[in-house]
């Protein structure tokens, strides 16, 4: 097999096919109608040949055409059971989703109007939480019994802490490493379907037990033969497929019904979302063309630890990279054993997906949760004297210029305080109002908004938490759906992996908290606007030596340099006062840009 470019990849991925369950049974049932045809003609020719051969005996007669008769009716149920199972499953996949959800629906709808009887806030408080806890787990369940899409779907709903009621979130966790495991049989027969060869015939080792299991696919340990290399197989489960029209159809069903009953909570854009970006994260060939171009693109920053195995080879539904094994990010026994600094580990990831935000033409991973990334103990460099390794790229994104420079502005007034600029690049971005401004500032920074207005730099505090939570049981949920309805989708990709890098860092339990991490990001927008003002200085006509191009770019690199010079007297600060094993988390006083 040959390693395919990322040209022939590119081509590959572009040219991929979607066929709807309705086309395939259509096809199905015309090749079992074939088959028949051709089953009827074998048996009908060798009937003649044998009754010239034999005496016209009646019971002869009724005795082969009964043996045909049975011949012919077997093979068509046999041909056709397959299409009966999966007809009976689909039913069956069906009928949990919707019986859950009518039994939600009664039990929201029971719930609000016992809640109105009430007028304790407290027991109003508790009866509403009761409810989503006992719809969550309800709704978990039939998660794990479908699995695949539906597992893929509770993993997105238990980052979704800004949106959601943490006994939503909270129920779902247990989904990120509950995974399905498809059978090595199963995994053999669609290698020899995808590839026309037999593992052994590739293979000189392939471990039968998965290394890991995700929602979409699993990952196997093998030894090319020719080569001997040590390789990461990851084969997706080979059932998906055939199921991912209708769990997008259930999907859809399910928040358009949610939206009927409920019209405050329009979820629907997370179903839509889902329509374009599965079909993506299905085709291997494509994430193989994604690890490719981000590791060329980090290969121009190797001041960052950032590792992307190697592609050997793809197909649709199987990927082969080189094997880079590490431990999960939030391990801190083993951080702490191979004395990794859980500071630096969150700075790193804060440099990472700034730079696939903010630097130019760089490609966005859009799904960095704990199961995508590793880390391990680095041998060719002292600092930092680690690596992180990011193995899923299936679902990305490419960021227009200017909506990454109206977001780097928009971050920069953010950690500045600067209220109306938040507001005016809020709306170039996301085209919120000011109405909308304080929930949307929340969103995407994760922060109650009283934070937001003072400093972002503070750890978030349980009762900050807390605040948060209460505010969304009290009505602002309707509001901040209805507002993420209505923004970019390229928008709700970035808060999407705003929200998984922050979960990341908290479970580092670092000494500085968040303060480092919106240092860096800091100066990742300066840079960006920086590189903004250059360009518009170059357009104007003249040379740069020009008195009012040179005045302006003076103004920009004094502008720039007095961010740079800010933001590295505030880390140096930070970095003596780790050293003196001083905590620097309460010392969270915003630093003025």
Excluded at 176 to 189: A, L
Excluded at 192 to 200: A, H, I, M, P, V
Excluded at 253 to 258: A, D, S
Excluded at 474 to 487: A, R
Aim: net charge positive; with cysteine; charged share 25%.
């Amino acid at each position: 097999m040959k390693c395919l470019s990322i040209n022939s990849l590119g081509r590959l991925a572009s040219n991929r096919t979607w066929t709807c369950s309705n086309c395939r049974t259509q096809l199905l049932v015309a090749q079992v109608k074939t088959s028949q045809r051709s089953l009827a003609r074998q048996y009908s020719t060798g009937f003649s040949r044998y009754s010239r051969r034999l005496p016209k005996s009646p019971r002869r007669k009724v005795a082969v055409l009964t043996a045909t008769a049975t011949a012919a009716t077997g093979a068509g149920l046999l041909a056709f059971t397959d299409e009966i199972k999966h007809g009976y499953d689909a039913t069956e996949r069906a009928g949990r989703v919707a019986t859950t959800l009518t039994i939600c629906i009664n039990d929201y709808r029971t719930t609000l109007n016992k809640r109105d009887q009430t007028e304790d806030p407290t027991e109003q408080d508790t009866i509403l939480r009761s409810c989503h806890k006992r719809c969550a787990e309800r709704t978990l369940k039939v998660l794990e019994k479908n699995g695949g899409i539906f597992i893929k779907l509770g993993q997105h709903l238990s980052a979704m802490t800004y949106l959601l009621p943490r006994e939503w979130t909270d129920t779902f966790i247990p989904l990120q490493d509950k995974c399905p495991v498809s059978s090595f049989e199963s995994i053999e027969e669609m290698f020899r379907s995808d590839t026309g060869e037999e593992l052994k015939d590739y293979f000189s080792e392939f471990s039968e037990q998965p290394l890991g299991a995700a929602s979409l696919a699993q990952v196997h340990l093998a030894t090319i033969k020719e080569s001997g290399q040590k390789v990461a197989v990851k084969v997706q489960h080979p059932g998906l497929a055939q199921w991912a029209p209708l769990d997008l159809a259930l999907t859809r069903f399910t928040f358009t019904t949610l939206k009927k009953f409920f019209p405050e909570y329009d979820l629907e854009w997370l179903s839509s979302e889902m329509d374009v970006s599965l079909p993506q994260e299905l085709d291997f060939q494509l994430e193989a063309a994604n690890a490719i171009r981000t590791k060329e693109y980090f290969a121009q920053l190797p001041e960052i630890p950032l590792v992307i195995p190697d592609v050997i080879w793809a197909k649709k539904r199987i990927l082969v990279m080189a094997n880079e094994s590490g431990h999960r990010l939030d391990d801190l026994e083993y951080l702490d054993s191979n004395h990794i600094d859980r500071d630096e580990v969150s700075a790193t990831l804060a440099r990472i997906f700034n730079e696939m935000i903010f630097g130019k033409n760089a490609p966005l991973h859009c799904d960095p949760h704990g199961g995508n990334l590793a880390i391990r103990k680095a041998t060719r460099r002292r600092h930092p004297n680690f690596e992180i390794i990011i193995y899923d790229h299936g679902l990305y994104r490419d960021i227009p210029e200017s909506l990454r420079r109206s977001y780097a502005k928009m971050w920069l007034a953010v950690i500045d305080g600067d209220m109306p600029a938040m507001k005016r690049y809020a709306h170039e971005v996301a085209g919120i109002t000011d109405e909308q401004f304080p929930l949307f500032a929340s969103a995407i920074t994760g922060r109650d908004y009283t934070v937001v207005k003072s400093s972002i730099l503070k750890s978030r505090s349980e009762e900050e938490k807390k605040t948060m939570s209460h505010a969304l049981q009290e009505g602002l949920l309707s509001d901040l759906v209805t507002m993420l309805g209505q923004v970019p989708r390229i928008i709700l990709l970035i808060l999407k992996t705003n929200d998984l890098t922050r979960s990341l860092d908290e479970n580092l339990h670092t000494r500085q908290g968040p303060m480092r991490s919106f240092m860096i990001l800091a100066r990742y927008c300066a840079r960006t606007v920086f590189r903004e003002q250059l360009e518009e200085i170059r357009e104007r006509p003249g040379s740069l030596l020009w008195p009012g191009n040179a005045l302006r770019f003076i103004a920009a690199c004094l502008g720039y340099l007095r961010v740079e010079l800010k933001l590295e007297a505030f880390e140096l600060w930070l970095s003596v006062k780790r050293m003196v094993g001083m905590n620097t988390v309460h010392y969270a006083s915003a630093v003025s840009l």
